[in-house]
């Protein structure tokens, strides 16, 4: 195995790539990246900072002098960890409205890529191994029925005291899976040499060590 690698796991909403990912870093003792985070701190910082949420000199100035870590599971934000500070739902927005914004994803990508370079990582999302580590040494494809999909995620929101029918959510991960793969700008897709995992009737364990099999 290579000194410093890449691990690129891609997949539909509710496939479980991130629990899988983190899981995945923890046996081989690398860091996950969670891009997900990343828009969150960034969305922190712009509000912090009264920075407005569209393209300007202001934004790419506080870009500019942005960075963005993680290190033993903790998110480094200009030095600071804000590993509490951006998991508000009002820090959820932000980062939903700030990844909307080309500037923002140009520089995230950015950030990804260099820590892909100079240290081993896991990074999952929908256009890792297409778009943001077109080069990384694993590309996983991780999926399940969307019938599987919606029932995990029906489970956790019932968990959480939320009153959805399953219907309710297999519709909304149906409409997700067709905006992911339908959106102009990188589509959710199994990049050519990627290995494409069904997790449909497999458990965690399963699944990971299907991952790490191929790694080893």
């Known amino acids: 195995m ?3 690698f890449r691990i690129a796991i891609d997949g539909p909403s509710g496939a479980g790539k991130s629990t899988i990912a983190k899981l995945v870093a923890k046996k081989l003792g690398i860091d996950y990246i969670d891009t997900g ?3 969150r701190a960034v969305g922190y910082k712009m509000k912090r900072e009264d920075v407005p949420f569209e393209e300007c000199d202001e934004l ?3 870009l500019d002098a942005t960075d963005i870590d993680f290190v033993s599971g903790d998110i480094i934000l200009d030095g600071q960890i804000v590993n509490t500070l951006i998991r508000t739902s009002e820090v959820s927005q932000m980062a939903s409205k700030c990844s909307a914004l080309p500037m923002v994803r140009e520089k995230l990508v950015e950030i990804q890529r260099n820590m892909g370079s100079r240290k081993s990582v896991i990074m999952d999302g929908r256009d890792i191994g297409t778009n943001v580590l ?3 040494e694993y590309k996983f494809f ?3 029925s969307a019938e599987e999909r919606a029932e995990r995620r029906h489970k956790e ?3 959480k005291g939320e009153e959805i029918t399953f219907e309710e959510v297999l519709r909304d991960i149906q409409a997700r899976d067709h905006n992911d793969m339908t959106r102009a700008l990188n589509p959710l897709r199994k990049a050519d040499d990627a290995l494409e995992v069904d997790s ?3 458990d965690i364990d ?3 060590e299907a991952i790490l099999k191929e790694i080893k």
Do not use: F, R, S
């Open 134 to 136: 077109k080069d990384a």
């Open 60 to 62: 790419q100035a506080m």
């Open 157 to 159: 929101l019932i968990e």
């Open 200 to 202: 449909t009737g497999m």
């Open 2 to 4: 290579k000194e410093v």
């Open 37 to 39: 985070a990343m828009y």
């Open 142 to 144: 991780l999926t399940a």
């Open 206 to 208: 399963q699944v990971t």
